[in-house]
Each structure stands twice: as structure tokens, then as C-alpha cells.
């Protein structure tokens, strides 16, 4: 496979769009390489015309020229999408197919495409959009290390990359992928709390979310156990211990965790 193999994405909703984004403009993926489908172009339109990458409701067509296929549809929309390009002969070149349909497996996938078919699954989140994402992946049957580094690359623009096995995905999912969403949450609540004792909104957001991406930035950065991290703040009789008691009170721990936990059910029968 060539070092800008010819991709096709299917589903060109906001990670596709963010995938194409991050490949054209930060890690110089040539446009021209690229082929973007969905059944509604028109509202992507302005975004595809953009990057300079082609856009259509043919999926088999973007397909059959493909060495590579993302497939960024929706979990329930997978089934009939593979069916129609194995059907079509689209796949019978057998690329490498990446998918970031969450809940769906390398069975699933490796039942629904030509025998033969490279397979890896892939689970990005939403700050992959701004180019600090979170993407795992897991190889399928017989997929290469060459063909691994491929689908590697199309996510590393994006932010962080891990390689994990398969059955720890739907726990990647409810914790990576779902994570922004409560962080949001908290980052509101925190927000929130500024604002209770007299900071301004807009000064309470911002305070929150850049003390949020510091906190992130020192457990990346340093390597440290966020224990011992939140040790290093908590000094004997002070205001931070006092907040966190409080915290504890109201079972931030198993909520927060319980949270995972649930989503992470879920996450296991969408597919």
C-alpha cells in the first residue's frame, strides 16, 4: 500500500469531516486522494470543497477505487451498507477497512465483507475535531503491521493513537469516547460553583476549563498517579481537603465511575 494509499470515507458527518481535516491540513494527506460519501452531500458540500477532497452519494464507487475505507456511519446504519458493497463487488479488492462503529465487532464486520477483507476497528472521541483526540484501535485476523501503521495514520493528525485488543473496546468506548460528554458536565458544575460565589460566567468557564486542561496536561505529561498529583494540592487543614471532602460526600467516585460503567453497557449492544 502506498504512503497516501487512495481512502475512501463513507458517512461524512463530524468525524469524517474532522478525519479528512486532520489528514489534508495537518499532516499533508494530498486531497486528491480522497473520496468522501454520504447519502445527503449536500449539506457536507461547503466542508468537502473546502479541503479540496471529492464528495458523492456513491459509496461503491468511492469504494472500488479504495485501498483504504473508513466507515463512519452509525452502528445501525453498518449492516446494510456492507451488504450493498459486497453485493456491488465493491470490496472484492479487499482494502483495508477501518471502522469506528461503536459496538461493532471484527466478527460483525469480518461476517458482513468478503472473506479475506483486512479489518481493524477504530474508537476515536470528539476532541479528535480540534486535534486532541483519543483514538484506540484494534486489529483484526491476519491484519498487518504495515496495514495496522495505515489505520494508525489516518488518526495520529488527530491526537493520541493506542492499540489495544478487542475486548476492551466497549470500555473504551464508555470511558473515551462517551468521557467528553461528562466532562462537560463537570467542567459545568465546576463553572457553576465559581459562579456561586461571585465569579463572572464567562470568567468561571474559562477558570474551569483551562484548571481542567492543566490537570489533564500534568497526568499526560508527568506521568503520575492522579493520587499522588491531588496529594501534592491537598495540604493539611486547608480549603482543598475541605472541598474534596465534600466531594466524597456526595459520591463523586462511584458516580462518576458508575457512569463509565453504564455507558459502557450500552456501548456492547449497539452493534
Known amino acids: 500500500m502506498s504512503r497516501h494509499p487512495r481512502l475512501a470515507i463513507l458517512g461524512f458527518g463530524t468525524m469524517g ?18 473520496h468522501a460519501a454520504t447519502r445527503h452531500p449536500g449539506a457536507a458540500r461547503a466542508r468537502a470543497e473546502a479541503l479540496g477532497i471529492a464528495l ?14 473508513l466507515l463512519c456511519v452509525k452502528p445501525k446504519e453498518l449492516k446494510g451498507l456492507l451488504a450493498g458493497l459486497s453485493a456491488s463487488g465493491a470490496l472484492d479488492h479487499h482494502p483495508l477497512v477501518v471502522s469506528i462503529a461503536a459496538g461493532t465487532t471484527l466478527d460483525f464486520l469480518a461476517a458482513h465483507t468478503p472473506a479475506g477483507t483486512p479489518l481493524v476497528r477504530a474508537m476515536p472521541n470528539t476532541p479528535c475535531s480540534i486535534r486532541r483526540g483519543m483514538t ?14 495505515q489505520a494508525r495514520a489516518l488518526f495520529e493528525p488527530l491526537g493520541r493513537v493506542m492499540d489495544l485488543d478487542e475486548r476492551h473496546m466497549d470500555a473504551v468506548t464508555g470511558l473515551s469516547a462517551s468521557g467528553p460528554a461528562f466532562m462537560f458536565v463537570i467542567l459545568e458544575a ?16 474559562e477558570l474551569a476549563a483551562q484548571m ?5 496536561a500534568m497526568v499526560l505529561e508527568t506521568g503520575r498517579h492522579p493520587a499522588a498529583l491531588k496529594d501534592d494540592v491537598t495540604t493539611p487543614a486547608g480549603c482543598t481537603i475541605a472541598g474534596l471532602l465534600a466531594l466524597e460526600d456526595g459520591r463523586i467516585r ?13 456501548a456492547a449492544g449497539l452493534g
Not at 465546576?190 to 468557564?205: D, F, T, Y
Not at 481542567?212 to 489533564?216: I, M, V, W
Open 136 to 149: 484506540v484501535l484494534a486489529a483484526g485476523q491476519g491484519v498487518t503491521e504495515a496495514q495496522l501503521a
Open 56 to 69: 458523492s452519494s456513491d459509496a461503491d464507487e468511492a469504494v472500488r477505487h479504495a485501498e483504504l475505507v
Open 254 to 266: 462511584s458516580v462518576v465511575a458508575r457512569g463509565i460503567e453504564r455507558a459502557t453497557q450500552v
Open 17 to 34: 469531516q474532522a478525519i479528512s481535516a486532520g489528514l489534508v491540513e495537518a499532516s499533508g494527506y494530498p486531497a486528491s486522494r480522497i
Open 212 to 216: 481542567t486542561l492543566g490537570a489533564a
Open 190 to 205: 465546576l463553572a457553576e460553583g465559581g459562579v456561586q460565589c461571585g465569579l463572572p460566567r464567562a470568567v468561571a468557564v
